[in-house]
């Protein structure tokens, strides 16, 4: 749990919150221990019977941590799903940036930034899912969120997909080949990438994405839309086979 909220502003910024809950949570506590203590009361009186009870049961400190960042995640999982309801378009690939099944009954939606090395990981378990099951469809949304050069790398991806060459060149350029050795292996016509690079399209294309994305609370990458859930972070083979199935189970 520590870990992924980490790596994650939104649930750090939740554990934060959290601390803050717990502190006043504590406070409260004392004031009832400490009859005649309440607001205007002893304040020293207050700190003294909280600091004794820690003191006394260290041991709550995690536990409730734990409990308190537990609910906030929760929380923040709610909120994400709720704005999904919002989204419909989610689903729908721009041109060709895509892969899988066209037709498949659940489609995964992959929010990924080049530069992200938890999205370069999370390859190989894309792979795994849509070799093990015919039905997935998967849509790949450009979520540039680690700098310009995050940026370019996600137009050059829209200019592929323009041309029906959006995995190949998505392939290369996570494999760790520049734009253009990448453009050269995926196929792609230069002049025309290189024009559409700064086009209204494109530039739309990523100013929606970034939308749609802080809506959902996707402090980072990867992130994704499964069935109406919304993922944050990455995920092992068996987290999306589980939620493929609540996906096809319409939940």
Not at 209 to 222: A, M
Request: one cysteine or more; a positive charge; charged letters at 20%.
């Amino acid at each position: 749990m520590i870990d992924r909220i980490s790596s994650n502003p939104w649930l750090l910024g939740g554990a934060f919150l959290a601390s803050g809950a717990l502190g006043a949570g504590l406070f409260a506590a004392a004031q009832a221990m400490a009859p005649g203590a309440g607001i205007g009361g002893d304040r020293a009186k207050i700190e003294t019977v909280v600091r004794a009870y820690i003191l006394e049961h260290p041991e709550i400190l995690p536990e409730a941590m734990q409990r308190l960042q537990v609910k906030e995640a929760a929380a923040q999982q709610k909120a994400s799903n709720d704005a999904l309801k919002g989204h419909p378009e989610v689903v729908k690939p721009y041109a060709g940036a895509w892969g899988g099944n066209p037709n498949g009954d659940v489609t995964i939606v992959a929010f990924m930034d080049y530069n992200c090395g938890y999205c370069r990981a999370s390859l190989p378990t894309l792979a795994q899912v849509i070799a093990k099951d015919p039905g997935i469809r998967i849509v790949y949304r450009e979520y540039p969120v680690l700098g310009e050069e995050s940026t370019e790398a996600a137009r050059w991806a829209l200019a592929a997909a323009d041309q029906n060459k959006f995995k190949p060149f998505h392939d290369a350029l996570y494999a760790g080949d520049n734009f253009d050795v990448a453009a050269g292996k995926a196929g792609l016509n230069i002049g025309t990438a290189r024009a559409a690079l700064q086009s209204p399209r494109v530039s739309g294309e990523i100013a929606a994405n970034r939308k749609i994305g802080y809506d959902l609370r996707l402090g980072g990458t990867p992130g994704f839309v499964i069935g109406k859930s919304v993922y944050h972070g990455a995920m092992d083979y068996a987290s999306f086979v589980r939620a493929i199935a609540a996906a096809r189970a319409g939940k």
